[in-house]
């Protein structure tokens, strides 16, 4: 069985939500992430753990997504297409 291993740049994950990728700028002090768009309430670590998986995962089904902004990127335009 196969496996991949994808690198994923941890710099700015905690400025985003890990559940719908909004922006909630946040200072360093802030521990606590709350998104007012999903309405998600946790640590701000735990969301940035949460979003590097998602980006992870996202990456091994398209190679050149390794950050938060390519990501984010792909989600929006993902998301866009969807739309009807």
Known sequence: MA??????DPKGTSQYCWECLNKVSKSLSERWHSCP??????????NS?????????LSIQEEDITSVKTAV???LAEESRALP
Request: proline fraction near 0%; include cysteine.
């Open 37 to 46: 768009r999903c309405g998600q309430e946790l640590d701000r670590d735990y």
């Open 3 to 8: 496996k991949k291993l994808s690198r994923v």
């Open 49 to 57: 753990a949460l979003l590097i998986q998602k980006i992870g995962l």
């Open 73 to 75: 990127r792909a989600y």
